[in-house]
Every structure is written in structure tokens, then in C-alpha cells.
T-cell receptor
Framework: DAKTTQPNSMESNEEEPVHLPCNHS???????IHWYRQLPSQGPEYVIH???SNVNNRMASLAIAEDRKSSTLILHRATLRDAAVYYC??????????????FGKGTLLTVNP | KAGVTQTPRYLIKTRGQQVTLSCSPI?????VSWYQQTPGQGLQFLFE???????NKGNFPGRFSGRQFSNSRSEMNVSTLELGDSALYLC?????????????FGEGSRLTVL
């Protein structure tokens, strides 16, 4: 499966926008880009996903580069509750059983009051 | 609706023992996947069960095994525990196979091996 690379940690101030980058230079044409986040003492939760076009939902926006080799998760106004580890993963939604669902270490986002 | 439930939440074992962890998925979900989370390796995939069949397995030794029952509840077992097995074990349920559907995670079972 294609691999993703994320910074180990990032810091932001409350009510400011946050841009979390993810590199996936070996992405294939059928790979969807998914983001999950893990709040302290909880299991990961789904944030957003996309294929080619930029996506928005109530939690965040996902900006995907034209060549799809990188993407950015955008939190428009960070709150203290957004402090979490953010995981960027690629998932081939064609199905099949030969896949690896590895989240890696993600990016630890610290939000300062 | 009720979320994914994992039991026990915390447990302590000694080296050489075995442990069984349980995961009850969201009602109607047929896929349960298991993950090991450690500070050094992050969140790693163990295996997935879908409709009582193991669909895929990560790169873990045979000491790690699992099964799924007809009501979709799943158990994972680790035999001959080693110190390095200390970790947070998470399970996730999905309506469709784990590599295609949105994953809903439980809060995890934290295992400490002494």
C-alpha cells in the first residue's frame, strides 16, 4: 500500500487556522485520502476523505494537490478540543483483501489558548 | 445508537500468560478490525474479520489471533505474552469491509505486561 508522511508535531493558537500537511507521493489512481484524528484517551474518529477535488464538511476541509501527491487538512478555527493526533491514510476503495490499514504515528497537534 | 464497546478497558498480565480481549461492534456492522497502538510504532493493523472470516492480517506473529462470532462480536487473543505486547489495543467496526468503509473505533483495551 502507498505510504504517507506527516510531520511529527505541529502547534497552533486557539481560533487560528491550522494546515496539517500529508505527503503521499506514491498514491495510486484509486486511492482515497482519509483523515482520522485521535483525541486524548479515545479511539480515532473519522474526519474527512477525498479523491481528487477539495472537500468540506462541518469538521474540516481537505485540499488535495492537483497531482494528488500531497494533501492538507484545514481546521478553519482551531479550538482546544481540536488538540489530537491526526492521521492521514490512503485507502483503495476498490475492495479486495490485500490491503494494509496502518495509521502510523500521525501528527500531534497542540492548540495553545 | 451504541458505539463500539471494548472489554476489559485495563488489564495487567505477566510474561508468558495469555489474554483475551473482546469487541462488540455497532449494531449491524459486520466488519471488526483490530489495531495495536504503541508510542514507538504508532497505530498498526493486526487483522480484520468480516462475517466470521478473517479477511486480512498484518505483520504480527502467530501469537496474535482472533475470531468473530455470528453476532459480529469479536475477540482477539495473545498467547505467551511478552513485555513488548504492552499496548493499547483498539478495535474498529464498519458496515462494510474495513478497507472500504468508515471505521468506528472503540476506546481500547490497555494491556500492561509485567
Amino acid at each position: 500500500d502507498a505510504k504517507t508522511t506527516q510531520p511529527n508535531s505541529m502547534e497552533s493558537n486557539e481560533e487560528e487556522p491550522v494546515h496539517l500537511p500529508c505527503n503521499h507521493s506514491t498514491i495510486s489512481g484509486t486511492d482515497y485520502i482519509h483523515w482520522y484524528r485521535q483525541l486524548p484517551s479515545q479511539g480515532p474518529e473519522y474526519v474527512i476523505h477525498g479523491l481528487t477535488s477539495n472537500v468540506n464538511n462541518r469538521m474540516a476541509s481537505l485540499a488535495i494537490a492537483e497531482d494528488r501527491k500531497s494533501s492538507t487538512l484545514i481546521l478553519h478555527r482551531a479550538t482546544l478540543r481540536d488538540a489530537a493526533v491526526y492521521y492521514c491514510i490512503l485507502r483503495d476503495l476498490r475492495g479486495g483483501s490485500n490491503y494494509k490499514l496502518t495509521f502510523g504515528k500521525g501528527t500531534l497537534l497542540t492548540v495553545n489558548p | 445508537k451504541a458505539g463500539v464497546t471494548q472489554t476489559p478497558r485495563y488489564l495487567i498480565k505477566t510474561r508468558g500468560q495469555q489474554v483475551t480481549l473482546s469487541c462488540s461492534p455497532i449494531s449491524g456492522h459486520r466488519s471488526v478490525s483490530w489495531y495495536q497502538q504503541t508510542p514507538g510504532q504508532g497505530l498498526q493493523f493486526l487483522f480484520e474479520y468480516f462475517s466470521e472470516t478473517q479477511r486480512n492480517k498484518g505483520n504480527f506473529p502467530g501469537r496474535f489471533s482472533g475470531r468473530q462470532f455470528s453476532n459480529s462480536r469479536s475477540e482477539m487473543n495473545v498467547s505467551t505474552l511478552e513485555l513488548g505486547d504492552s499496548a493499547l489495543y483498539l478495535c474498529a467496526s464498519s458496515l462494510v469491509p474495513a478497507n472500504t468503509g468508515e471505521l468506528f473505533f472503540g476506546e481500547g483495551s490497555r494491556l500492561t505486561v509485567l
